[in-house]
């Protein structure tokens, strides 16, 4: 399926082509080898907005992904995700491309949950992971969080679609959060960049890193900067791959707060994948390590998951 603008109420399971799934055994060993790195923020804060044109989606501002693909090549795409995802008509090429490039409906369905059950991200420390276009992050960001780290699987995504949409949405214009339910774009898209006046405060709280979970664990785990656990990780759509479970239960153990909670958003279960929420839940029990709670169910479409997630020996 070709990738589509945000909408949640689209069927937007991730698809493999045939070849993706003939060659998925033998790409099963080359998994979780990404190495991690740390993105650095640029000083002159306009020069990320260059040439981006901004839709809007509950009053969040975000990269319009479509003018990506038309534009985005040679040293701004050095791993060649755009052209990969674009000529193959796929929104997964495993090893290569997780997703970044397109906003998962699921992502909708965690933002619509931290309204309803008033998550309070007010300093707080948060992960964002696999955050893809940082929607979730940057709802934390404007929430007073502490602190607010980006990961995605791909450098490109992080630095020509999650760190525009930060410096887009915390700019001294930048609008709170609006109450809107229906996840379709509130207005028109703008035809020129937002201006980045105000963003460099909102950007010290925060920092962005690429590469496969475990990688980035360890740089974070070994980095010279202190790094605290996290007291909030948020992920959507990260559980279609069973392959990735283990490296995703080991970061979520290593860089959870021990008081610590994970919110993540899911389909049931991803057709053409074989991933989905509750043979996640029951990888988790077999590990016995976290104890999980399912706070909200979403029957619209394909069924949808919010899970709880804490240490069982938390407080």
Same mark, same amino acid.
């Given at each position: ?7 949640? #109420? ?8 045939? !070849?993706?799934h ?13 190495? !991690? ?11 990320i ?13 975000? %990269? ?17 995700i755009?052209?990969?995802? %674009?000529?193959s ?25 931290f309204?309803? #059950?008033?998550i309070?991200f007010?300093?707080?420390? %948060? ?11 940057? %709802? ?6 502490a ?9 490109? &995504? ?37 201006? #980045?006046?105000?963003s ?6 925060c ?6 979970w ?14 605290s ?18 490296a995703?239960?080991d ?7 021990r008081?610590?909670?994970v919110y993540?958003?899911s389909?049931?279960?991803? *057709?053409? &994948? ?8 029951? *990888? ?5 390590? *976290? ?14 998951c919010i ?9």
């Amino acid at each position: 399926k070709s990738r589509e603008t945000a909408d949640p #109420a689209a069927d937007s399971s991730p698809k493999l082509t045939a !070849a993706e799934h003939r060659d998925e055994a033998a790409s099963k060993k080359k998994l979780c080898v990404k190495a !991690a790195k740390e993105h650095s923020i640029p000083e002159d804060l306009n020069k990320i907005l260059e040439n981006k044109v901004m839709e809007t989606v509950l009053d969040l501002s975000y %990269v319009k992904l479509s003018v990506v693909e038309m534009t985005c090549s040679g040293d701004a795409d050095s791993e060649g995700i755009v052209a990969k995802s %674009v000529s193959s008509h796929s929104d997964l090429i495993p090893g290569v491309y997780e997703g970044g490039l397109k906003i998962w409906e699921c992502t909708f369905d965690l933002m619509d949950y931290f309204s309803e #059950a008033e998550i309070e991200f007010t300093n707080k420390t %948060v992960l964002d992971l696999g955050c893809g276009a940082g929607l979730l992050g940057i %709802v934390a960001l404007r929430g007073e969080a502490a602190r607010v780290h980006f990961q995605d699987y791909n450098s490109t &995504v992080i630095d020509e679609i999650t760190l525009p949409n930060v410096v887009a949405n915390c700019s001294s214009e930048g609008r709170r959060m609006g109450s809107g339910k229906d996840g379709k774009a509130s207005k028109r898209p703008s035809k020129k960049p937002r201006k #980045a006046e105000g963003s460099a405060d909102v950007l010290d709280r925060c920092r962005f890193f690429s590469g496969e979970w475990s990688q980035v664990s360890q740089l974070l785990l070994n980095s010279n900067k202190p790094c605290s656990k996290y007291d909030i990780i948020l992920t959507s759509e990260t559980i279609y791959n069973p392959d990735y479970y283990s490296a995703l239960h080991d970061t979520l153990a290593q860089l959870l707060d021990r008081n610590g909670c994970v919110y993540l958003a899911s389909k049931v279960h991803y *057709f053409g &994948v074989g991933g989905g929420v509750y043979l996640f839940k029951k *990888f988790i029990e077999e590990k016995n390590v *976290f104890r999980t709670s399912m706070v909200k169910t979403i029957d619209q479409g394909l069924q949808r998951c919010i899970m709880e997630i804490t240490f069982k020996n938390s407080c």
